[in-house]
Structures are given as structure tokens and as C-alpha cells.
């Protein structure tokens, strides 16, 4: 697989319950960012964890890094209609700043 | 809070068409970026800016791209002479800093005919 695969590819989930998606990765990495993208917008920045960060919060968003396993969780606790979107990992291996290699992505639906 | 506009958000062009995307990145912002989604596939690295030069390109980034910040505030793209497989979702990006998360806009999207 490529840098940056996340799974699921699609999530269905009711309101309330949490979601978790994966991101696994090839190489090593500076960061690893999540993004969010709802049809047809711009992605958005969610979080970024460093590479000697193994855990990092931001809300109802809970990242996890292990660079051993060369992998990255996404856990969104309570979930709401409004959380659906796509959800995209993206890693900062190289020495170029904002050069940024995305997953596919999970399609995350909540329903109401 | 700032954002990064870009304009049009939609372009329709003929094959062989110049076209330039535009973008207004967010205004203390250094660094700059185009990616490009397919769609139905992953959004794509093109290139990134900084210091009125160009710091990385991808492979995709060949002679018909260019990229210019002619002054303080825009940034384009410019494809001379555009592929039917140049459609795609074009974001904009800017982050103030290295390695730091970038902020993208809500992208044009070029459909070549």
C-alpha cells in the first residue's frame, strides 16, 4: 500500500456512538496531520501530532501515533450529523515544508 | 478567522487553453502550495513556494505549470496549455511556518472539453 492509507474507506455510524478510523504509513515522518473534507470544500485542518508525540487531543478528537507500527488512529467520541464528511490522514516525511502525502480517506456518515 | 480564497471555483476551458487559477492566501502566511484532486482519487502535491521561488515540485509539475506571486497578496497557477487530464479539483494552500498544518481554500475546479 501506498503512504497515508487510512481504513474503513466508508463508516456508517449513528449519533452518539464514536468513530475510529486508521492511517497507516510507509516511512518515517516529521508529522502526521488529519484533515476533514466536506463535499466538494476546501479540507480542513484537524490535528497534527510529531513524531515524538504518541497521543494528542483536541476536543472530541483523539489522535494516536505509533512510529513503531508506522500508524495513526483518529478517534471522534460523540459523534454528530454534522461529523460527516471525509476524513484524510496526510504525513510530513520529507524536508520540504507542506509537502504532504494523503490517504484516500474514510467517507464518515452520522445519522441523525 | 482568515482563510484561503481562490477564484473561480469553477473554470470550464477547451483543450489547448491557457488557464490561470487564483488565490489569495491567508496574509502573514510564508510558505505556499498547490495540490490538485481527481476525482474519485487522492489529493496530489504539486508544488510549493517560498521566498519568491519555488522549494519542491511533484512529477506532475511539468513545463505547462507555473506558479507566481506577481505581488503581496496572490498566488497563481498557470497551466499553458491544458490536458484533458489537467480536470481536477485545484486547493490552494498557505501555512505560516515549516512543517506546520496548512491552511487550504475551497479549490477550483478545471474541467478541460
Known amino acids: 500500500s501506498q503512504q497515508g492509507e487510512e481504513d474503513p474507506q466508508a463508516l456508517s455510524i449513528q449519533e452518539g456512538e464514536n468513530a475510529t478510523m486508521n492511517c497507516s504509513y510507509k516511512?518515517?515522518?516529521?508529522?502526521l496531520q488529519w484533515y476533514r473534507q466536506n463535499s466538494g470544500r476546501g479540507l480542513v485542518h484537524l490535528i497534527l501530532?510529531?513524531?515524538?508525540?504518541r497521543e494528542k487531543h483536541s476536543g472530541r478528537l483523539r489522535v494516536t501515533l505509533d512510529t513503531s507500527k508506522k500508524s495513526s488512529s483518529l478517534l471522534i467520541t460523540a459523534s454528530r450529523a454534522a461529523d460527516t464528511a471525509s476524513y484524510f490522514c496526510?504525513?510530513?516525511?520529507?524536508?520540504?515544508?507542506?509537502?504532504?502525502?494523503f490517504g484516500q480517506g474514510t467517507i464518515l456518515t452520522v445519522h441523525p | 478567522e482568515p482563510e484561503v480564497t481562490q477564484t473561480p471555483s469553477h473554470q470550464v476551458t477547451q483543450m489547448g487553453q491557457e488557464v490561470i487559477l487564483r488565490c489569495v492566501p491567508i496574509?502573514?502566511?510564508?510558505?505556499f502550495y498547490w495540490y490538485r484532486q481527481i476525482l474519485g482519487q487522492k489529493v496530489e502535491f504539486l508544488v510549493s513556494?517560498?521566498?519568491?521561488?519555488?522549494?519542491?515540485k511533484s512529477e506532475i509539475f511539468d513545463d505547462q505549470f507555473s506558479v507566481e506571486r506577481p505581488d503581496g497578496s496572490n498566488f497563481t497557477l498557470k497551466i499553458r496549455s491544458t490536458k484533458l487530464e489537467d480536470s481536477a479539483m485545484y486547493f490552494c494552500?498557505?501555512?505560516?511556518?515549516?512543517?506546520?498544518?496548512?491552511?487550504f481554500g475551497n479549490g477550483t475546479r478545471l474541467t478541460v472539453t
Open positions: 494552500a498557505s501555512s505560516g511556518q515549516g512543517h506546520s498544518p496548512l491552511h
Open positions: 516511512t518515517s515522518i516529521n508529522n
Open positions: 501530532i510529531r513524531s515524538n508525540e
Open positions: 496526510a504525513t510530513d516525511a520529507g524536508t520540504s515544508y507542506g509537502k504532504l502525502t
Open positions: 496574509s502573514n502566511h510564508l510558505y
Open positions: 513556494f517560498y521566498n519568491n521561488e519555488i522549494s519542491e
